[in-house]
T-cell receptor, first 113, second 115 residues
Framework: EPEVTQTPSHQVTQMGQEVILRCVPI?????FYWYRQILGQKVEFLVS????????KSEIFDDQFSVERPDGSNFTLKIRSTKLEDSAMYFC???????????FGPGTRLTVL | AQTVTQSQPEMSVQEAETVTLSCTYD???????LFWYKQPPSRQMILVIR??????QNATENRFSVNFQKAAKSFSLKISDSQLGDAAMYFC????????????FGTGTSLTVIP
């Protein structure tokens, strides 16, 4: 069964460093998403991406964040200058259409020291 | 603003028994979608069940069913004949076209199944 994959599973970085979180969505999906979950809190929407552009973003997704689909398979989330409060689990998701089930990846745990 | 509330941080159920997880939401929309996702320990979230708000009939998926009360904005999940593999974190989620397909999640309910 096709699934969303994410790498790395755990990323440790120093405050102020740039990180890139990688996701491989399900191959025939057209809609891509990033969510994050700070420990003990709810899963929060960051951004949705369709047709090679951002279709929606939340207040969390400020200028420090960017997304890219550099090739036909990868979908990346970049944080330019990480802050302590960026420490969280980051989930990638994809879907075949709007309002369809979103398939989630296993997450990347980001720890900012 | 859309909010999703899960008032039970933790629940437990005896194996083979039935448990109900609560979820309420707040929206001014009339047409939307509701989901229950399951997240086993150290594994990714998977969809358990989906409900379209325009459908009056409650969704059912094998041992999983929902009690959708649109007027009360309530969307509870019932798990019948609980199995050890049902132990997980369960998230309720809301989705509507005006939210740009983003999901709004509750804080989750951690379900323990007691053998």
């Amino acid at each position: 069964e096709p699934e969303v994959t994410q790498t790395p599973s755990h990323q440790v970085t120093q405050m102020g460093q740039e990180v890139i979180l990688r996701c491989v969505p399900i191959s025939n999906h057209l809609y891509f998403y990033w969510y994050r979950q700070i420990l003990g809190q709810k899963v929060e929407f960051l951004v949705s991406f369709y047709n090679n552009e951002i279709s929606e973003k939340s207040e969390i997704f400020d200028d420090q964040f960017s997304v890219e689909r550099p090739d036909g398979s990868n979908f990346t989330l970049k944080i330019r200058s990480t802050k302590l409060e960026d420490s969280a689990m980051y989930f990638c998701a994809s879907s075949g259409g709007p309002f369809n089930e979103q398939f989630f990846g296993p997450g990347t745990r980001l720890t900012v020291l | 603003a859309q909010t999703v509330t899960q008032s039970q941080p933790e629940m437990s159920v005896q194996e083979a028994e039935t448990v109900t997880l609560s979820c309420t939401y707040d929206t001014s929309e009339s047409d939307y979608y509701l989901f229950w996702y399951k997240q086993p320990p150290s594994r990714q979230m998977i969809l358990v069940i989906r409900q379209e708000a325009y459908k009056q009939q409650n969704a059912t998926e094998n041992r999983f069913s929902v009690n959708f009360q649109k007027a009360a904005k309530s969307f509870s999940l019932k798990i019948s004949d609980s199995q050890l593999g049902d132990a997980a974190m369960y998230f309720c989620a809301y989705n509507h076209v005006n939210t740009g397909n983003q999901f709004y999640f509750g804080t989750g309910t951690s379900l323990t199944v007691i053998p």
